[in-house]
């Protein structure tokens, strides 16, 4: 009995460690930064490696792993405030800062060389947005609301990652890839922190660009998402080198944009969190469907 007692308690404690690992390392981010990645490198690559994919797969979990152990390092006390937080692996004590740091250093060192392999400017991406992340947008979030643009930078990397991947080359078409998921940070991230207002106080977080939930900070969303529009149809114009959008894609594209603006306007009117959370799984399931549109769009026009 005592045997099998302590087979259980095993059994669970292991489940617990790998339940805390996952949210340390934040396995759900990861798999979308994962996503966008593998769009990129699938619209910049000639010719598919496997073997590239899976190196820039797993060199975009050991980045965002990396950056989001740093940040709940960093943010351990503040995330004990905080009730959607302070159940997470450090807050609540399951597990300690010093295997927390093991953790962010080994998937630094272990991103960095994985990138390296597909190709140098790759790996310097992906140790530039761990930096920025860690190193100046964790810091700011508690000071200014700023910390949204700073942050709108590493977060919009992964798309414009993958195509770098894929090129070893950086230039208008990752340029454009990165400008469209750098202007959709704010509304997706906007609309988070609307929810999240209340919660986001208590650990001094005030991230919203006016700091309240008005008519401001919704207007602000909806300016945003009109630059994402716009430049996420550039590809049509033939302006945006080898990135090229068919007139289809660009007005599925467009649609994509317009579906979600419709929930920004809703926000606008109705200033509610059930507005907000429709608005931040409006902004999911755009960014999305415009890679699939933008994949699929390559392989069926070429």
């Given at each position: 009995?005592?045997?099998?007692?302590?087979?259980?308690?095993?059994?669970?404690?292991?489940?617990?460690?790998?339940?805390?690992?996952?949210?340390?390392?934040?396995?759900?981010?990861?798999?979308?930064?994962?996503?966008?990645?593998?769009?990129?490198?699938?619209?910049?690559?000639?010719?598919?490696?496997?073997?590239?994919?899976?190196?820039?797969?797993?060199?975009?979990?050991?980045?965002?792993?990396?950056?989001?152990?740093?940040?709940?390092?960093?943010?351990?006390?503040?995330?004990?405030?905080?009730?959607?937080?302070?159940?997470?692996?450090?807050?609540?004590?399951?597990?300690?800062?010093?295997?927390?740091?093991?953790?962010?250093?080994?998937?630094?060192?272990?991103?960095?060389?994985?990138l390296y392999?597909?190709?140098?400017?790759?790996?310097?991406?992906?140790?530039?947005?761990?930096?920025?992340?860690?190193?100046?947008?964790?810091?700011?979030?508690?000071?200014?609301?700023?910390?949204?643009?700073?942050?709108?930078?590493?977060?919009?990397?992964?798309?414009?990652?993958?195509?770098?991947?894929?090129?070893?080359?950086?230039?208008?078409?990752?340029?454009?890839?990165?400008?469209?998921?750098?202007?959709?940070?704010?509304?997706?991230?906007?609309?988070?922190?609307?929810?999240?207002?209340?919660?986001?106080?208590?650990?001094?977080?005030?991230?919203?660009?006016?700091?309240e939930r008005?008519?401001?900070?919704?207007?602000?969303?909806?300016?945003?998402?009109?630059?994402?529009?716009?430049?996420?149809?550039?590809?049509?114009?033939?302006?945006?080198?080898?990135?090229?959008?068919?007139?289809?894609?660009?007005?599925?594209?467009?649609?994509?944009?317009?579906?979600?603006?419709?929930?920004?306007?809703?926000?606008?009117?109705?200033?509610?969190?059930?507005?907000?959370?429709?608005?931040?799984?409006?902004?999911?399931?755009?960014?999305?469907?415009?890679?699939?549109?933008?994949?699929?769009?390559?392989f069926i026009?070429?």
């Open positions: 009995m005592k045997s099998v007692l302590s087979t259980i308690s095993k059994t669970s404690s292991f489940s617990v460690a790998i339940d805390d690992f996952k949210q340390l390392t934040k396995v759900g981010l990861a798999a979308s930064v994962v996503f966008s990645s593998v769009a990129g490198y699938l619209l910049g690559a000639e010719e598919i490696s496997y073997y590239t994919l899976l190196l820039l797969a797993l060199g975009g979990y050991f980045m965002v792993g990396a950056s989001n152990a740093y940040n709940q390092i960093i943010e351990k006390d503040l995330d004990a405030l905080m009730k959607r937080t302070q159940n997470r692996p450090l807050p609540s004590g399951r597990m300690s800062v010093r295997v927390a740091l093991l953790i962010a250093i080994s998937f630094t060192v272990m991103g960095i060389l994985t392999y597909v190709n140098p400017k790759t790996a310097m991406f992906g140790a530039l947005s761990i930096f920025l992340y860690t190193s100046i947008y964790t810091p700011l979030k508690t000071k200014t609301p700023l910390a949204v643009f700073v942050g709108a930078f590493p977060g919009a990397i992964p798309f414009m990652l993958g195509w770098v991947a894929a090129t070893n080359d950086f230039g208008i078409e990752p340029g454009t890839l990165f400008m469209i998921q750098f202007f959709w940070q704010f509304p997706h991230f906007w609309a988070i922190g609307w929810v999240l207002h209340d919660d986001y106080k208590k650990g001094g977080f005030n991230l919203l660009p006016t700091g008005d008519k401001g900070t919704a207007l602000q969303i909806i300016m945003y998402i009109f630059w994402m529009m716009l430049v996420a149809v550039l590809p049509v114009t033939g302006i945006t080198g080898k990135l090229h959008l068919s007139v289809v894609s660009a007005v599925l594209v467009t649609l994509a944009g317009v579906g979600m603006l419709i929930f920004a306007i809703k926000l606008y009117h109705n200033r509610d969190n059930k507005s907000a959370r429709n608005l931040m799984l409006a902004s999911v399931m755009y960014i999305t469907l415009i890679q699939i549109i933008f994949v699929a769009d390559k026009t070429t």
